[in-house]
Nanobody, 127 residues
Framework: EVQLQARGGLVQPGGSLRLSCAAS????????MSWFRQAPGKGPEWTSG????????YYADSVKGRFTISRDNTKNTLSLQMNNLKPEDTATYYC?????????????????????WGQGTQVTVSS
């Protein structure tokens, strides 16, 4: 189970928001984590990810340099710091977990590979 702890909301262009998820019911340090988003009328989009043990980070070009993903394996939490927000960042944001089934498993950006999903929260960037 993955539960969103911090709400989204309305923010002006150039502003910042921080989202967090708390995981339970599975071994959090053994799961890769990602943040996906979905805008109205569009399919889900992978934005950022962080690997299970080594905590390597990965970013989509659309958010690189503006978003920072992090995790705390002692608290079973995942966070997304969003800075310099743009209107095109407007979407429902979801945290998701993927089990690490092999030692050298390649990090995935495919939503179908993720087992647990948070409930999602709306982020709106507008003046």
């Amino acid at each position: 189970e993955v539960q969103l702890q911090a709400r989204g909301g309305l923010v002006q262009p150039g502003g910042s928001l921080r989202l967090s998820c708390a995981a339970s019911g599975f071994i959090f340090p053994s799961y890769d984590m990602s943040w996906f988003r979905q805008a109205p009328g569009k399919g889900p989009e992978w934005t950022s990810g962080i690997s299970s043990g080594s905590r390597q980070t990965y970013y989509a070009d659309s958010v690189k340099g503006r978003f920072t993903i992090s995790r705390d394996n002692t608290k079973n939490t995942l966070s997304l710091q969003m800075n310099n927000l743009k209107p095109e960042d407007t979407a429902t944001y979801y945290c998701a977990a993927r089990p690490r089934r092999a030692v050298f498993q390649i990090f995935s950006q495919n939503k179908d590979d993720y087992t647990y999903w948070g409930q999602g929260t709306q982020v709106t960037v507008s003046s």
